[in-house]
């Protein structure tokens, strides 16, 4: 049996629903395991059907397509999705349900308009509509958005010559969490599960800067998070890009980055300049999504014995990801 790439897609997300009723789930995998080439009796077992079963939906869907899986009376020809029911399911969608819950499910919409819960799926498939999901977002306060934006974003795309451009940041109260029970290691059909229960050793700061240009990282661990450590860390930058004319920093509005000492560290290196992100906006920052990756490679699931441990593997993953980094393809859309 061939499947279209988009029936696969369908399908597949049938099969997989928390929300279709169980008969739309059990033809989906059926139809799916036949299109696999699954024997009948493998087919049977997994499902717990019977062959007379498979050969019905098997010729229901050849004759049909999609919409021959729709359950049916007897006698009775599959039921289309017209128009109208299109825009019926679609305009009571982007209201809320009568019941006073927060949003539509499978079911409830099709109970409101007389449908199978597979036809609303399928039409919220093809609208790429996911009623269960929620973003959040948040808005910028600030009244020199978009100067503040624009002066960072034009750092990004055109880069003053002979200068460097760093997006600095600092991670702070990083925990070095000790596992008291083992890791069970992954497995087939198992994912790597750690236990509930940890000892606490301590935490450390990272300060790290991204070289926008190459894309590698500069960084280093203190213990405390202050303006002095903050300090510190920006003559550490400055000492190693003595060759460079101008050295750009893009840098969030932390207090500690808008003290005395950081005013007398720019009185002392006159070529050091401070682009601050605009208030609640530090997604301007690109070390934000460095900050991102190592959370995922090192610190969410990292076994640390000790702080030194912690910040051991820490510089262990910078000097890593330095031999292959690339700079981050940023982009930004006014949406």
């Not at 880069?159 to 890791?183: G, M, N, S, W, Y």
């Not at 750690?194 to 213990?223: C, D, I, M, W």
């Not at 009185?267 to 690109?286: I, V």
Request: glycine content about 6%.
């Amino acid at each position: 049996m061939f499947l279209s790439p988009e029936d696969r897609a369908e399908l597949e997300g049938w099969a997989h629903s928390r929300t279709l009723r169980a008969g739309d789930v059990m033809r989906a995998r059926l139809i799916l395991g036949l299109a696999d080439r699954v024997p009948y009796r493998v087919i049977m077992r997994r499902l717990g059907i019977t062959a007379p079963t498979i050969s019905l939906w098997k010729r229901r869907f050849q004759e049909s397509g999609m919409e021959g899986l729709e359950p049916q009376h007897r006698g009775t020809s599959p039921r289309k999705i017209t128009p109208a029911v299109q825009a019926r399911i679609v305009a009571r969608t982007l209201k809320a349900p009568p019941d006073g819950s927060t949003q539509w499910s499978c079911r409830k919409m099709a109970r409101g308009t007389g449908v199978s819960a597979a036809t609303v799926h399928r039409i919220w498939r093809k609208a790429k509509w996911r009623p269960h999901r929620l973003e959040r977002y948040m808005a910028s306060p600030d009244p020199d958005f978009e100067r503040k934006a624009a002066d960072i974003i034009g750092l990004y795309l055109d880069p003053p010559q002979h200068a460097a451009v760093f997006c600095v940041d600092e991670k702070t109260a990083i925990q070095a969490l000790d596992r008291t029970d083992p890791v069970l290691p992954l497995s087939p059909g198992r994912a790597e599960r750690h236990g509930f229960e940890y000892y606490r050793h301590g935490t450390l700061s990272l300060y790290a800067a991204l070289n926008v240009k190459s894309g590698k990282v500069q960084g280093k661990t203190a213990p405390r998070h202050t303006s002095k450590e903050f300090v510190d860390f920006l003559e550490q930058l400055l000492r190693k890009s003595r060759r460079f004319r101008q050295v750009h920093v893009v840098l969030d509005n932390l207090s500690a980055h808008k003290t005395q000492e950081v005013d007398a560290l720019l009185d002392a290196y006159p070529k050091l300049k401070l682009h601050f992100t605009p208030t609640y906006s530090s997604w301007l920052n690109q070390i934000e999504i460095w900050f991102a990756q190592i959370e995922r490679d090192v610190l969410a699931r990292g076994v640390f014995k000790s702080v030194p441990d912690l910040a051991r593997k820490i510089r262990r993953y910078i000097r890593a990801y330095g031999k292959t980094a690339r700079p981050f393809q940023w982009r930004y859309w006014d949406t």
